[in-house]
């Protein structure tokens, strides 16, 4: 690679009225008196092409190239830089070029164009050279000028875009990749890195650029536009480079910085945003849900999460993702957003990936953590009111509940609501009617009591989630107790308060012809539950309840009970054991 600028601070212009006071004096022809008083012409210029840009003009001491065409009055031509296809190379106003041609190059700009008269006294006298140019020949030039720098000159750089973010600067021993365009001083393009469709990459200060370049990338951040400018001394000298950077060329280069990094660095944070309560932070062994921006650091954007409008989701600290990644998420809150600065060494290294993360290219994640639960958590639970009157009996399994309750995911999300029905949600704990860690979280609360409750997904709906509710996703609850009413035993329909009489069939026997019908039995068992005698299974149809039970105990499914039929199931259930044994 090739890079470098020149300080234009160290170069001072001519001021403009001399100049043309000078060049006044010198169209009209207008010089000193020889030794016998008599005028003597002076070099005469014709500035016909004055470029609208001139950093700099040519002084006393400057090293120019230039090409020229030279020609007598009547026009024949006895010499030019076009003929040999080299530039003049050489340094002005010390006596090495003729006195016509060293005073016709002052205060030129790159790009100008003079034709010059010189005289013969400024030329090559009255002894001329021989066989190419006689006695007292006036010589005629048109120049070109091309390059023009000194030994004082330095690299110049000049900021043309810089971003409004900047994370970090470029220092010595960094890794860069940028883009260039390279020109000569006169625009003349030799080189430029998006013809072959991918950066330049190398490190800064190590010797793998010319010392210009390693001089005028310090500083850049990325996404930075910059010329720099670089005297011939700190480019490629006297030798130049290949056939398209003659020998003594200074050099122009339009940089785009796309990243940098360096060997050492380590994952960078940034918290974007981070929600009041964060009662816990992210560990290694965590399954986290979050969204994501991924970029480049000049803001190219790879890949999202948000356009397959689908969390990523995957456990922290496990090697599932990139290093840095995972590095970069522990530590996170459930809600919080942070940016997460990788460099290559911890992302996809020098090959990079696919086609569009290029080798040693640092990323960029913006990540939004929706959840993270670990496969060992419980249900929380934070009790957002308990009723101030005594709570002897609270729920347990078994029971038959009704309670409210509101759901949502972490990120405030709404899911779905009791509220959006008639009447309160109702279930029996520990009949797997609702999600493990619902059941869990109702479990010991008093009527009027409400919770919070927070339930990982390996406790609700898990990896592959529900109707509206996403994989892997934690759930909030809001859930209030609205009634709860003692349960029955497993596998019981209806339960006795007290031992039933032992002539339950003759009680139940209304018209004593020795058969129950359904009728008789639904009359009976109504009037022990309306006695509190005995209660039926709570939260089902009451009438169901006793079909089923008249159901199991019509043996024959005649239609009718008789008194050997008829049997507890207390009582089976001892019989059942016996058989066992």
């Not at 001329?128 to 010589?139: F, K, R, S, Y």
Request: charged share 25%; net charge negative; glycine share 10%.
């Amino acid at each position: 690679m090739f890079l470098a600028g020149s300080a234009s601070h160290t170069l001072r212009r001519l001021p403009i009225l001399r100049l043309l006071l000078l060049l006044q004096i010198l169209e009209r022809g207008l010089g000193r008196a020889s030794p016998s008083g008599a005028p003597l012409e002076d070099v005469v210029i014709d500035r016909y092409h004055i470029p609208r840009a001139c950093p700099r003009e040519v002084q006393m001491g400057d090293f120019v190239r230039y090409h020229y065409n030279g020609t007598f009055e009547d026009g024949k031509k006895f010499d030019s830089s076009y003929d040999r296809t080299t530039l003049a190379a050489i340094i002005v106003g010390v006596g090495r070029l003729i006195t016509g041609m060293d005073r016709g190059l002052m205060g030129m700009c790159v790009n100008e164009r003079r034709r010059l008269i010189v005289p013969p006294h400024l030329g090559y006298g009255s002894i001329g050279v021989a066989g190419l140019i006689p006695p007292d020949a006036t010589l005629y030039f048109d120049v070109v000028l091309l390059d023009v720098w000194n030994k004082a000159d330095t690299v110049q750089t000049t900021i043309l875009l810089r971003p409004p973010y900047c994370p970090r600067m470029v220092q010595n021993s960094d890794f860069v990749r940028y883009h260039y365009n390279g020109t000569l001083l006169d625009g003349t393009d030799f080189d430029n890195s998006y013809s072959r469709g991918g950066t330049y990459d190398t490190y800064i200060g190590s010797g793998w650029l010319i010392k210009g370049m390693d001089q005028g990338l310090l500083g850049m951040c990325p996404g930075e536009k910059r010329k720099i400018v670089i005297p011939p001394f700190l480019a490629y000298g006297e030798k130049g480079y290949g056939t398209v950077i003659p020998p003594q060329a200074s050099l122009v280069f339009y940089v785009l910085l796309i990243d940098v990094h360096n060997p050492k660095d380590t994952v960078q944070l940034e918290t974007l945003e981070l929600p009041r309560d964060c009662v816990r932070r992210a560990v290694a062994g965590d399954f986290m849900r979050y969204h994501y921006n991924g970029s480049l650091m000049d803001g190219t954007l790879f890949d999202s999460s948000y356009s397959r409008n689908h969390t990523y989701n995957t456990y922290v600290g496990q090697g599932y993702i990139i290093p840095g990644m995972d590095q970069g998420l522990q530590g996170a809150c459930i809600g919080e957003r942070r940016r997460i600065t990788v460099p290559p060494h911890l992302a996809y290294g020098e090959n990079g990936t696919g086609d569009k993360i290029p080798g040693s290219a640092v990323l960029i994640f913006d990540v939004h953590v929706i959840d993270f639960h670990n496969p060992s958590d419980p249900v929380e639970i934070k009790t957002l009111f308990r009723p101030p009157e005594n709570c002897n009996e609270t729920s347990k399994i078994g029971d038959f509940i009704r309670y409210h309750y509101n759901c949502s995911l972490l990120d405030g999300t709404r899911l779905f609501s009791s509220h959006d029905y008639e009447a309160p949600q109702q279930a029996t704990l520990g009949a797997n009617k609702v999600i493990e860690g619902l059941d869990r979280g109702l479990q010991g609360m008093c009527v009027g009591e409400r919770r919070q409750l927070i339930v990982p997904p390996h406790l609700a709906h898990g990896e592959s989630g529900a109707r509206g509710v996403p994989g892997s996703a934690v759930l909030l609850f809001e859930v209030e107790l609205v009634s709860r009413e003692d349960g029955l035993p497993t596998g019981y329909l209806f339960v006795w308060h007290q031992d039933p009489a032992a002539s339950l069939f003759e009680d139940m026997d209304l018209n004593k012809d020795g058969e129950v019908p359904p009728e008789e039995f639904s009359s009976f068992i109504k009037a022990q539950v309306n006695e509190g005698k005995g209660r039926l299974m709570p939260g089902q149809d009451p009438d169901k309840t006793i079909g089923d039970m008249f159901q199991n105990q019509d043996r024959n499914q005649d239609g009718k009970i008789t008194a050997e039929e008829l049997k507890l199931k207390s009582d089976e259930d001892r019989e059942q054991i016996h058989e066992e044994l």
